[in-house]
Structures are given as structure tokens and as C-alpha cells.
């Protein structure tokens, strides 16, 4: 008589995603200092992963905060983005070995989630003015820092999915 087929637990990375709710709790559970980034993340591609490995080495833990995809529709990045749904491009984030935490925004900008969790670094991609952002404001008053990560040249998203459309 055949045994019953085993079936396979879960992959352990699905515990690194959280309700927004759930992420102050987890957040305070992980090493520091913790390196906060966030984006929409949609394709990812070679890019994503070196900026998030080059962010998650300034500490010792990195949570991405992604936009919902309500949020990203609001961005305007197109009519059919994000390609790939919220809870699809969470699992994506949390399985890469760099990501530690993965939870969801819905604002326009992190601002409010980003007072909530008071990482100790804030981390945005290198076309960013970390000067002239209101989340680095907030990040300074509590004693955090914020810095800008270079982009890996020739890479997005965007251009992506434009190369992948014209073939």
C-alpha cells in the first residue's frame, strides 16, 4: 500500500511577512540597527537585489516597506502597474536572504509607518535628494540617519517592462 505523499511545509521565508499591525512587534525582535527601505519593487531584476543586499549590509537587519497596490497605482508608473500583486511581490522580497521584514504602506510615502517603526537608518535608491525628503526629517528627530544608495546603471523596472512589451 502507497504512503500518503509528504506535504511541504511552507518555506521559512514566509515569516518574515507582516501585517503593518504585527511589524512594531517583529521589528523590535531583530538586530540592530535596523535599515529601513521601501519601493514598489514590482520586477524585480539585478538592480533590486544589489540595492537591498548594499542596504541590508549598513545594519543588522533590513525591512522593506512596499507600496500596496493601490499606492502604486497612485504613483503613475501605468494603467496595468504593479504587475505582480502586493501579497506576490512580498513573498519575492522575503525570499531574498537580505530582506529580514517585509510589510505594506498604503499612503503616498512610508512618512507615517516610518514614525511608527523609527528604524535607525533610512535608505532610499540613489535618485533620491535624502535632503529633501519629509521621511528624513522624521528619521533625524528621533536621533536616526538617512543615506542614498547608488543605483546599479541599467536597470528598472520601467525599462523592463517596455523591453519585455516590444518583443
Not at 493601490?70 to 511581490?89: H, I, M, T, V, W
Not at 522580497?93 to 537608518?121: C, K, R
Request: aromatic share 6%; net charge negative; proline share 8%.
Amino acid at each position: 500500500m502507497p504512503s500518503e505523499p509528504l506535504l511541504p511545509q511552507p518555506p521559512q521565508f514566509l515569516q518574515k511577512i507582516v501585517s503593518r499591525e504585527e511589524a512594531p512587534q517583529r521589528l523590535a525582535e531583530l538586530p540592530r540597527p535596523i535599515v529601513f527601505t521601501n519601493g514598489v519593487f514590482d520586477v524585480l531584476h539585478r538592480g533590486h537585489a544589489t540595492y537591498l543586499a548594499h542596504a541590508r549590509a549598513l545594519g543588522g537587519s533590513l525591512v522593506v516597506a512596499l507600496n500596496t497596490d493601490a499606492s502604486a497605482r497612485r504613483l503613475g508608473k501605468g494603467p496595468d502597474r504593479p504587475l505582480n500583486n502586493e501579497q506576490d511581490r512580498a513573498v519575492m522580497m522575503a525570499a531574498l536572504e537580505s530582506v529580514s521584514l517585509v510589510t505594506w504602506f498604503d499612503e503616498n510615502t512610508p512618512l507615517e509607518l516610518i514614525s511608527e517603526l523609527q528604524p535607525d537608518l533610512l535608505v532610499k535608491g540613489g535618485d533620491y535628494d535624502m535632503d529633501k525628503l519629509a521621511e528624513t526629517a522624521v528619521v533625524k528627530a528621533y536621533g536616526g540617519k538617512a543615506q542614498a544608495i547608488p543605483f546599479v546603471d541599467g536597470y528598472s523596472t520601467t525599462a523592463l517592462v517596455k523591453k519585455i512589451r516590444s518583443t
